[in-house]
């Protein structure tokens, strides 16, 4: 029995391009109908499905991630915390779980950037971009396939969560939660992308990621309430996405107010993916 090749091996053992495929893959995405788009964004994602199926330790970070910092926050950080929410630690794990869910969304959107820089640097993109299809079919289906490892990563942190002790009040508030966190790491994935396109290597996106990361998380209401931060920060943390995001997420699963929130999230969402998208696509049919 034969192993089967790898799908990067496959477009790299794919003919040359003969002349009128090159002519059909410069044709603008807005002449392929909208049944050739969907049709190029699933093979895309069958595509990155196998690769990881056939590349297992890239879901390390999925695995790993939502029990190291569950583990950590709630018995390094929840007593204390969780004494000043005047709830203890078990107080605790009702706080900073539903934000957890938020920074999951964040973190994990860095990986489309530096996937997308990877396969930019290995040829890969080269080889999609002399095919006839659409443009954005490729970034659309790198976005499908990590909101898939969102997910996951999201399962996890909720089947630990409930041995450290969280209380699922809501199951619909739940499952409205990883959406509006779905929405919005589909917003942030458009941003790394474009760093995955303009940056150079994968190392880049990932310092420049970081930068744009740890003072969006820490800056929030992920882990701590806002209350007792300096005023200046506390200003920054009023505009910051990630903390209305976490307060809609606590609103919808533990409980409290909602709507304030929930549209300020969905409005960043919105102004996010509208400026960065087209940004995105354009960098990557203009890169040389």
């Known amino acids: 029995m034969t192993a089967s090749p790898s799908p990067t091996t496959t477009l790299n053992q794919a003919p040359r391009a003969t002349p009128s ?3 059909a893959a410069s044709v603008p995405d807005a002449r392929i109908p909208l049944r050739g788009h969907l049709r190029h964004t699933g093979a895309l994602i069958r595509r990155n499905l196998l690769w990881i199926r056939q590349d297992p330790e890239s879901m390390a970070d999925a695995l790993l991630m939502p029990i190291v910092f ?3 926050f709630v018995y390094v950080f929840g007593g204390s915390i969780g004494q000043a929410l005047g709830g203890g630690q078990n107080g605790y794990v009702q706080y900073v779980i539903p934000g957890m ?8 959107s860095q990986g489309v950037g530096t996937g997308f820089s990877q396969d ?5 993109m080269d080889r999609f971009r002399s095919l006839p299809i659409g443009r954005g079919s490729v970034l659309f289906a790198k976005i499908s396939v990590e909101l898939v490892r969102m997910l996951f990563a999201t399962a996890v942190l909720m089947i630990v969560s409930v041995l450290v002790g969280f209380h699922i009040h809501n199951w619909g508030g739940l499952f409205a939660a990883v959406g509006l966190s779905a929405a919005f790491a589909s917003s942030i994935m ?8 303009v940056l150079k290597n994968a190392q880049s996106v990932q310092a420049m990621g970081f930068l744009v990361l740890f003072p969006l998380q820490f800056g929030s209401s992920i882990f701590a309430p806002t209350q007792s931060m300096p005023g200046w920060l506390q200003a920054f943390t009023d505009y910051n996405p990630l903390s209305t995001l976490a307060d809609a997420a606590r609103g919808l699963m533990v409980g409290g107010p909602v709507a304030h929130d929930l549209w300020i999230t969905l409005a960043w969402s919105a102004a996010i993916t509208v400026v960065m998208a087209p940004v995105a696509i ?7």
């Open 120 to 124: 930019f640097n290995s040829g890969v």
């Open 21 to 23: 495929a090159t002519a």
């Open 101 to 108: 869910i938020a920074m999951m969304s964040m973190t994990l």
């Open 282 to 288: 354009y960098k990557f049919r203009t890169k040389s």
């Open 190 to 197: 458009w941003v790394f992308l474009t760093l995955g396109v």
């Open 70 to 72: 569950t583990l950590l």
